[in-house]
């Protein structure tokens, strides 16, 4: 836990009393938290939580979890303060959007290396070459696809079990 200065000798209230304007008491339950140098920290839980309600949650705390609580709060705070509506579940929101584009994008590409490797597996079966065989030019396609192309590409393709075609794909 933070020694407040105020607590080592010198006369300076922490963040949250010079903002209330009233003096610093020697056991004041926001000194630890919301030192004199950091006003914007207190000044923004306060504006979301109220100053008040602040500190009826710490004095209800343990000490030890007092620290953990303060972070959570800054953290919603300044969450509120840039999004007044939708504050953390905005920025959740936001995150798991992108979750979902990007778990799209990857079963795309999983769906295009099966793809690839399944007319990998047939290009060498119906010419009775090896993947391994000089003859072999050891790459399915150079050509560049765009997304607009992909978009029926894998509507006829079935479903391929990524195990048993390794297996069976390099056994010639």
């Not at 504006?47 to 343990?62: D, I, T, Y």
Request: charge should be neutral.
């Amino acid at each position: 836990m933070k020694e407040s200065s105020r607590k080592q000798g010198a006369a300076s209230p922490c963040a949250a009393c010079k903002l209330l304007r009233r003096r610093c008491a020697q056991d004041c339950v926001f000194s630890p938290y919301f030192p004199a140098d950091e006003p914007q920290k207190f000044a923004n839980v306060h504006r979301v939580f109220g100053a008040s309600n602040v500190n009826k949650m710490l004095q209800e705390l343990p000490i030890h979890q007092r620290g953990d609580a303060v972070s959570s709060m800054v953290y919603e705070a300044n969450a509120r303060v840039r999004d007044p509506v939708y504050g953390c579940v905005g920025a959740i929101s936001s995150l798991q959007q992108q979750i979902d584009v990007l778990q799209a994008q990857l079963a795309l590409a999983q769906a295009e290396v099966v793809h690839l490797r399944v007319r990998h597996s047939t290009n060498f079966q119906g010419h009775g070459l090896c993947p391994d065989s000089p003859s072999s030019s050891g790459s399915p396609s150079s050509k560049q696809v765009s997304p607009q192309d992909n978009k029926g590409m894998f509507s006829h393709m079935d479903i391929v079990d990524e195990a048993s075609l390794g297996e069976s794909m390099w056994s010639c």
